[in-house]
Structure formats: C-alpha cells, structure tokens
C-alpha cells in the first residue's frame, strides 16, 4: 500500500472527526464528549454516530487538556495519540469507501 492512500485515509478520518464534532457544538451548544443520551431514540442515535466519528477528536482533545494541566504524564498521552490515529484510521476507511460508493472520488 502506498503511503499517501495511509495519509489520505487518516486525514479523512481526522477531519470527519473534527467536522462531526463541530457540528454537535454548534447544533446543542454543548462540548462534545462520551456521554450517550437516551432521553429518545433520536438522541440515542445521534450521541452514538457522535462518540463512534468524533472519538478521535474527543479523545486527544480531553487528553492533551489533562497533559498541559500535568495530571496525564506524557506516556499516556502517546498511547491515546496512538489510539486514535488506528480510529481516525478506521474512521477514515468508512469516510473513503463511502465516498467511492458513492461515486465522489
């Protein structure tokens, strides 16, 4: 596999990330985080499709907030940038085969 595919897929999955996630803050007006809500199916539905594509953005988000406040030392912090480069990666795999399915790229 050639790099720029790995780079290109990661980049997906990182920015669906960031949009998704810009997108519940402007819709609720709330910060994003890993709390579900199942006050009705449609708040169920969309706090799933949050956590599941903005996870990325979410996790290194409220880690690099911990790491600069010193209570998350620094070997934590590369496992969760670890963690969510492999789920941006998945992420981004679902972004592209969406997009070839559907005849954009």
Do not use: Q
Not at 8 to 15: D, E, N, Q, W
Not at 36 to 59: D, E, Q, T
Not at 70 to 75: D, E, H, K, L, Y
Not at 78 to 92: E, N
Request: contains cysteine; neutral net charge.
């Amino acid at each position: 596999m050639e790099l720029w595919i790995v780079i290109f897929v990661l980049a997906s999955g990182f920015t669906a990330a960031g949009l998704v996630s810009a997108v519940h803050e402007t819709v609720s007006g709330n910060n994003s985080d890993f709390r579900l809500s199942f006050a009705n199916p449609l708040k169920a539905g969309w706090s799933l499709f949050v956590c599941l594509f903005a996870g990325p953005y979410i996790m290194i988000r409220n880690t690099a907030i911990c790491w600069l406040n010193g209570t998350v030392p620094g070997a934590i912090m590369l496992f969760c940038l670890g963690v969510s480069v492999i789920w941006s990666y998945c992420s981004g795999c679902f972004v592209v085969h969406s997009m070839i399915g559907l005849g954009l790229i």
